[in-house]
């Protein structure tokens, strides 16, 4: 089941804040972030477990809520290198987690001067 | 360290012609994966393996094959190539499961078929 991820586009000014919402309808165990940029491959940013765990990684963290199956991630101050399409992936509860991800369509975010 | 590389990054063919879409890592990392990325899709599993010798079916299997004899390299094999296969492939690597390991992907190979 293919998580949903909100909004799918965001612009941005230098400085400004952004949360991107990824949810799914199955319980999970893990959540993966990865930042694409154009023409490039996906690039791992963090993971969370179950557990309502809180990670950061520079002025990029994330939650998880398990209750509500959902992650967020959150940019702060955001920099123009921070533009790119955002992806979710997440793994089921089932069996303690899964080999493989179900990836979400993608948030672009575009952080303008 | 070269990571996952990926071969050929562009390559057009014909409809009904055949191809072998290349990936090896060489970070001994036991997991390796085929997506294929259409655009506003988002990634699609084809196929993955979890070790050497084997292999199973990901959400889009149909009309591709892979092989795993080694852990460096996982070629995924398209027979019959079809307009609808025209698409960016991404091999990607982990360690062990996708629990607590993140993937690391290659560059792509943006294939059109015509």
């Known amino acids: 089941q293919q998580p949903v991820q909100s909004p799918q586009a965001v612009i941005l000014r230098e400085g400004e804040d952004a949360v991107i919402n990824c949810s799914s309808s199955?319980?999970?165990?893990?959540v993966h972030w990865y930042r694409q940029k154009h023409g490039e491959a996906p690039v791992f940013l963090m993971i969370?477990?179950?557990?309502?765990e809180q990670k950061g990684h520079e002025k990029i963290s994330a939650s998880f809520n398990e209750k509500k199956q959902q992650s967020s991630l959150y940019l702060t101050a955001s920099q123009l290198s921070y533009s790119g399409t955002y992806f979710c992936?997440?793994?089921?509860?089932?069996?303690?987690?899964?080999?493989?991800?179900?990836f979400g369509k993608g948030t672009k975010l575009t952080v303008n001067p | 360290n070269a990571g996952v590389t990926q071969t050929p990054k562009f390559r057009i063919l014909k409809i009904g012609q055949s191809m072998t879409l290349q990936c090896t890592q060489d970070?001994?990392?036991?997991?390796m994966y085929w997506y294929r990325q259409d655009p506003g899709m988002g990634l699609k599993l084809i196929y993955y393996?979890?070790?050497?010798?084997?292999?199973d079916k990901g959400e889009v299997p149909n009309g591709y094959n892979v092989s795993r004899s080694t852990t460096e390299d996982f070629p995924l094999r398209l027979e019959l190539a079809a307009p609808s296969q025209t698409s960016v492939y991404f091999c990607?690597?982990?360690?062990?499961?996708?629990?607590?390991?993140?993937?690391?992907f290659g560059s792509g190979t943006r294939l059109t078929v015509v």
């Open positions: 990607a690597s982990s360690y062990s499961n996708s629990v607590i390991y993140g993937y690391t």
């Open positions: 199955k319980a999970l165990y893990s």
């Open positions: 969370l477990l179950k557990g309502g």
């Open positions: 992936g997440t793994s089921p509860a089932t069996q303690g987690g899964s080999e493989k991800l179900v």
């Open positions: 970070m001994n990392h036991n997991y």
């Open positions: 393996s979890v070790g050497a010798g084997i292999t």
